[in-house]
Nanobody
Framework: QVQLVESGGGLVQAGGSLRLSCAASGRAFSNYAIGWFRQAPGKEREFVATFSWIGGKPYYADSVKGRFTISRDNGKNTLYLQMNSLKPEDTAVYYC????????????????WGQGTQVTVSS
């Protein structure tokens, strides 16, 4: 069973940075796509960033391009999201997600989800 556990959220001022982590366990993830989504109060869950665990091109939402970077540490089975130049509109619960197949950017395409970590950006 795939387990995803996020950490690293918190409160930060606009313009600041945070790094989220997602510890993945339960499978060999070499043929998985894994990524980040977020959900703000009253809004639908939206795509942030994703890529194939074995490497290749990362995909980003337009709203975070140039500010967020997705990466992984194979040895630690951990996914990261480095978030720079944070804005109040980035405030949301951030979720790590995985699927066994090619990369997609829709939340409905992912089978496994973490519990989420809150990110709050103050103005």
């Amino acid at each position: 069973q795939v387990q995803l556990v996020e950490s690293g959220g918190g409160l930060v001022q606009a313009g600041g940075s945070l790094r989220l982590s997602c510890a993945a366990s339960g499978r060999a993830f070499s043929n998985y796509a894994i990524g980040w989504f977020r959900q703000a109060p009253g809004k639908e869950r939206e795509f942030v960033a994703t890529f194939s665990w074995i490497g290749g091109k990362p995909y980003y939402a337009d709203s975070v391009k140039g500010r967020f970077t997705i990466s992984r540490d194979n040895g630690k089975n951990t996914l990261y999201l480095q978030m720079n130049s944070l804005k109040p509109e980035d405030t949301a619960v951030y979720y790590c997600a995985a699927r066994r197949s090619k990369v997609v950017t829709t939340a409905s395409g992912y089978d496994y989800w973490g519990q989420g970590t809150q990110v709050t950006v103050s103005s």
